[in-house]
C-alpha cells in the first residue's frame, strides 16, 4: 500500500526505529512518490542517525533517483510491522490496586489490567490516526522569557501582579477598600477588604488573627474561634489572596470578620470536552537513571500504547523528572545507575522511542531535571531538548497549560504540595490522598502561593503561578502517589510514577504509587487507570 498520509508516513518510521521532524513528514508526504521517497531516505540516512530533518529529505528529494525505485514501495504489512524494541514485552510481577480515591465515582475513574500486544490476536492493522483531527496549544510558557535577578524590585513586581491578578477574581463578591481607606474609617462601621496573608497568629483566648496586605498597607482582622469560618483559617496559607468582609472594631483598630472568601473556582465551571473520542495518558516521575527506574513496567506501557485497546491515546502529557537527576537528594550517587546527567536524558530519550511515533508529547521539566529549581521552571536548554528530540515532543515550562482539542490541561510538577500537605490539616491534604492538596490549589488559585518556604520561587515582572483560566484537567506528579478527584467539575490527577521504592524513600516513608498511566477522555473527562507493574 502507498504511503498516501503523514500518518503512514510516521508509523513506518516508527517501525524502522526513527523518528521525524513535522517538516520532513510534510516534504515525504508531499513527493511524487512517498513510499520511494522514504525508502530511500532511510537507506542514505547516517548509521548513528536518530532523527529524520527536513534537511535529510530535501537533500534526498534533490539528489537523483535510485535505479529501482519499484523495490522502494512500501506494504502496508511492512508500514504495520514494528520495530525490535517496541515489539520486546517485559516480565514484571503484577502488583496490588492502587489506593482507591474517595472521589473515583465522581471522576467516573476505574483502574484496569493493562494488556500486552499479543493479547490482542494479532488481527488489528495498526494505529491509524487521522493527525488532521488534532489540536494542540500551549498558553503560560515563559521559556525564554525570564528577566528576573533576583533584585528586591522584581520580589515587589511579582507579588504586585499576582494581587492584581487574584483580586480581580474576588472584587466580584466584595465590595474592597484599601487597607489605607479602612485605617481612616470609624469605629462600627462594615469594610470588605481583599490583601494577600501576611501573617496568621492565634490569640491567647483561641481566636485568629490575619493579617493583610494590599498595595496601599495592611490591617488587622480578627476570626472568632466559635464562627463557622474559623475552619477555614486552618486551610490559609501565607502569601495566599483572600477577602474577608466585616465590622470594625469600637476603636477602629481591627477587622471582625463575618465571612471569608477564596478565588476559588466557580460552583457553576463548565468544563470544555473534545468534539470526538480520543484519549491522553497523564504520566510523570519516570526518574530514568535511578537503579529503581521501573524499565520493565515501562516497557509493558509503551507496548500497551501500540495495542488495539490503546488506538485512541494521541497525546501524551508527561508533568516533569524525566531523569533521577544527580544530587537532588543526599547520597544519591549510591542509588544511580547512570551517574552523567545527560547519559541518563539519552537513556530517557531511548525509552521514549519505545512509545508510537504518532502521539503527541508534552514534557514539563520537574525538581529532579537539569534545570533552575525555582518556579516556574523554563523548558530545558537546546543540549537537552535536542537529546530529547523522539518524537519531537512539545518541551515547555513547569506550570504550563496544554490546550488539547478544546480542554484546557493545566501541568505543573507539584512541589508546592509538599508544602500544602505540611501545613495543612491531614483531613484537607495528605500524601495519601493527593488530589485534595491539589483541591486547595485550585481554591487558592496558584499552584504555589506561600512563599520562602521549601518551594523555591524566582521573581518575574509577572506572576506566572496564578491560575488565571480554570483547567478543565489539574495534572500533577512530585509525591509519587496515585490520586485523583473533581473539585467543582475540574478533575485533579496526580499520576504517580515509574520507580519503585527508593532507600530514601524508604528512610522518610515514602510508599510511592508505580507503574500507573492514567488514562483521560478528553470527550467526557471520565479516567481510567491503567497499571503495568
Given at each position: 500500500?502507498?504511503?498516501?498520509?503523514?500518518?503512514?508516513?510516521?508509523?513506518?518510521?516508527?517501525?524502522?526505529?526513527?523518528?521525524?521532524?513535522?517538516?520532513?513528514?510534510?516534504?515525504?508526504?508531499?513527493?511524487?512518490?512517498?513510499?520511494?521517497?522514504?525508502?530511500?531516505?532511510?537507506?542514505?540516512?547516517?548509521?548513528?542517525?536518530?532523527?529524520?530533518t527536513a534537511a535529510h529529505v530535501r537533500e534526498v528529494?534533490?539528489?537523483?533517483?535510485?535505479?529501482?525505485?519499484?523495490?522502494?514501495?512500501?506494504?502496508?504489512?511492512?508500514?504495520?510491522?514494528?520495530?525490535?524494541?517496541?515489539?520486546?514485552?517485559?516480565?514484571?510481577?503484577?502488583?496490588?490496586?492502587?489506593?482507591?480515591?474517595?472521589?473515583?465515582?465522581?471522576?467516573?475513574?476505574?483502574?484496569?489490567?493493562?494488556?500486552?500486544?499479543?493479547?490482542?490476536?494479532?488481527?488489528?492493522?495498526?494505529?491509524?490516526?487521522?493527525?488532521?483531527?488534532?489540536?494542540?496549544?500551549?498558553?503560560?510558557?515563559?521559556?525564554?522569557?525570564?528577566?528576573?535577578?533576583?533584585?528586591?524590585?522584581?520580589?515587589?513586581?511579582?507579588?504586585?501582579?499576582?494581587?492584581?491578578?487574584?483580586?480581580?477574581?474576588?472584587?466580584?463578591?466584595?465590595?474592597?477598600?484599601?487597607?489605607?481607606?479602612?485605617?481612616?474609617?470609624?469605629?462600627?462601621?462594615?469594610?470588605?477588604?481583599?490583601?494577600?496573608?501576611?501573617?496568621?497568629?492565634?490569640?491567647?483566648?483561641?481566636?485568629?488573627?490575619?493579617?493583610?496586605?494590599?498595595?496601599?498597607?495592611?490591617?488587622?482582622?480578627?476570626?472568632?474561634?466559635?464562627?463557622?469560618?474559623?475552619?477555614?483559617?486552618?486551610?490559609?496559607?501565607?502569601?495566599?489572596?483572600?477577602?474577608?468582609?466585616?465590622?470594625?472594631?469600637?476603636?477602629?483598630?481591627?477587622?471582625?470578620?463575618?465571612?471569608?472568601?477564596?478565588?476559588?473556582?466557580?460552583?457553576?465551571?463548565?468544563?470544555?470536552?473534545?468534539?470526538?473520542?480520543?484519549?491522553?495518558?497523564?504520566?510523570?516521575?519516570?526518574?530514568?537513571?535511578?537503579?529503581?527506574?521501573?524499565?520493565?513496567?515501562?516497557?509493558?506501557?509503551?507496548?500497551?500504547?501500540?495495542?488495539?485497546?490503546?488506538?485512541?491515546?494521541?497525546?501524551?502529557?508527561?508533568?516533569?523528572?524525566?531523569?533521577?537527576?544527580?544530587?537532588?537528594?543526599?547520597?544519591?550517587?549510591?542509588?544511580?545507575?547512570?551517574?552523567?546527567?545527560?547519559?541518563?536524558?539519552?537513556?530517557?530519550?531511548?525509552?521514549?522511542?519505545?512509545?508510537?511515533?504518532?502521539?503527541?508529547?508534552?514534557?514539563?521539566?520537574?525538581?529532579?531535571?537539569?534545570?533552575?529549581?525555582?518556579?516556574?521552571?523554563?523548558?530545558?536548554?537546546?543540549?537537552?531538548?535536542e537529546i530529547m528530540s523522539a518524537h519531537d515532543p512539545?518541551?515547555?515550562?513547569?506550570?504550563?497549560?496544554?490546550?488539547?482539542?478544546?480542554?484546557?490541561?493545566?501541568?505543573?510538577?507539584?512541589?508546592?504540595?509538599?508544602?500544602?500537605?505540611?501545613?495543612?490539616?491531614?483531613?484537607?491534604?495528605?500524601?495519601?490522598?493527593?488530589?485534595?492538596?491539589?483541591?486547595?490549589?485550585?481554591?487558592?488559585?496558584?499552584?504555589?502561593?506561600?512563599?520562602?518556604?521549601?518551594?523555591?520561587?524566582?521573581?518575574?515582572?509577572?506572576?506566572?503561578?496564578?491560575?488565571?483560566?480554570?483547567?478543565?484537567?489539574?495534572?500533577?506528579?512530585?509525591?509519587?502517589?496515585?490520586?485523583?478527584?473533581?473539585?467543582?467539575?475540574?478533575?485533579?490527577?496526580?499520576?504517580?510514577?515509574?520507580?519503585?521504592?527508593?532507600?530514601?524513600?524508604?528512610?522518610?516513608?515514602?510508599?510511592?504509587?508505580?507503574?500507573y498511566a492514567p488514562i483521560v477522555d478528553l470527550d467526557?473527562?471520565?479516567?481510567?487507570?491503567?497499571?503495568?507493574?
Open positions: 500500500m502507498p504511503l498516501e498520509t503523514p500518518a503512514r508516513i510516521v508509523r513506518a518510521l516508527v517501525s524502522r526505529g526513527y523518528n521525524a521532524e513535522r517538516e520532513a513528514v510534510t516534504l515525504i508526504a508531499g513527493s511524487d512518490e512517498p513510499g520511494v521517497t522514504l525508502a530511500r531516505v532511510v537507506e542514505s540516512v547516517p548509521d548513528d542517525a536518530l532523527r529524520i528529494l534533490a539528489s537523483a533517483p535510485v535505479s529501482d525505485p519499484s523495490t522502494a514501495e512500501t506494504s502496508s504489512t511492512d508500514d504495520e510491522r514494528t520495530s525490535s524494541a517496541h515489539r520486546k514485552t517485559a516480565g514484571g510481577d503484577t502488583g496490588s490496586d492502587p489506593p482507591v480515591s474517595p472521589a473515583t465515582s465522581t471522576a467516573g475513574s476505574d483502574v484496569s489490567q493493562s494488556t500486552s500486544p499479543s493479547e490482542t490476536g494479532g488481527s488489528w492493522p495498526g494505529r491509524n490516526p487521522d493527525l488532521s483531527l488534532r489540536s494542540l496549544a500551549i498558553a503560560n510558557d515563559m521559556t525564554g522569557e525570564s528577566t528576573g535577578t533576583g533584585e528586591y524590585d522584581d520580589f515587589v513586581k511579582v507579588f504586585r501582579d499576582r494581587y492584581e491578578k487574584l483580586s480581580k477574581m474576588l472584587r466580584g463578591r466584595v465590595n474592597h477598600r484599601p487597607a489605607k481607606a479602612i485605617s481612616n474609617m470609624s469605629g462600627g462601621e462594615e469594610a470588605e477588604l481583599i490583601g494577600l496573608v501576611n501573617d496568621v497568629r492565634s490569640t491567647k483566648s483561641g481566636h485568629w488573627l490575619i493579617e493583610l496586605e494590599d498595595t496601599t498597607g495592611t490591617f488587622p482582622c480578627l476570626v472568632m474561634k466559635d464562627r463557622d469560618i474559623a475552619d477555614a483559617v486552618n486551610e490559609l496559607l501565607m502569601d495566599e489572596c483572600i477577602a474577608v468582609q466585616g465590622t470594625l472594631s469600637g476603636d477602629a483598630g481591627i477587622l471582625f470578620v463575618d465571612s471569608l472568601h477564596f478565588p476559588d473556582v466557580p460552583r457553576g465551571h463548565r468544563p470544555n470536552t473534545a468534539d470526538r473520542h480520543v484519549q491522553a495518558a497523564l504520566i510523570s516521575d519516570v526518574h530514568v537513571g535511578s537503579q529503581e527506574f521501573m524499565e520493565d513496567a515501562w516497557n509493558e506501557f509503551a507496548n500497551w500504547l501500540h495495542t488495539e485497546e490503546a488506538e485512541h491515546v494521541e497525546y501524551l502529557l508527561i508533568a516533569g523528572d524525566m531523569v533521577e537527576g544527580v544530587g537532588v537528594y543526599p547520597n544519591q550517587d549510591e542509588e544511580l545507575d547512570i551517574i552523567d546527567i545527560y547519559d541518563q536524558y539519552e537513556a530517557f530519550s531511548e525509552h521514549l522511542k519505545k512509545v508510537p511515533g504518532d502521539l503527541e508529547i508534552v514534557m514539563i521539566p520537574g525538581n529532579h531535571d537539569a534545570v533552575r529549581l525555582a518556579e516556574p521552571q523554563p523548558g530545558f536548554d537546546d543540549n537537552l531538548r512539545r518541551i515547555v515550562s513547569n506550570p504550563a497549560m496544554v490546550t488539547l482539542e478544546g480542554v484546557n490541561i493545566l501541568m505543573y510538577h507539584g512541589v508546592s504540595l509538599d508544602e500544602v500537605i505540611a501545613e495543612l490539616p491531614a483531613e484537607k491534604a495528605s500524601y495519601d490522598e493527593p488530589h485534595k492538596a491539589m483541591y486547595q490549589l485550585l481554591k487558592k488559585r496558584h499552584v504555589a502561593p506561600q512563599f520562602g518556604g521549601h518551594t523555591r520561587l524566582a521573581p518575574e515582572e509577572q506572576d506566572y503561578l496564578v491560575m488565571r483560566e480554570v483547567p478543565d484537567i489539574f495534572h500533577t506528579g512530585h509525591v509519587h502517589k496515585l490520586g485523583w478527584g473533581k473539585y467543582h467539575n475540574v478533575l485533579a490527577v496526580n499520576s504517580g510514577c515509574w520507580q519503585s521504592q527508593t532507600d530514601f524513600q524508604k528512610s522518610v516513608n515514602i510508599d510511592p504509587d508505580s507503574g467526557t473527562l471520565s479516567m481510567t487507570v491503567r497499571k503495568f507493574s
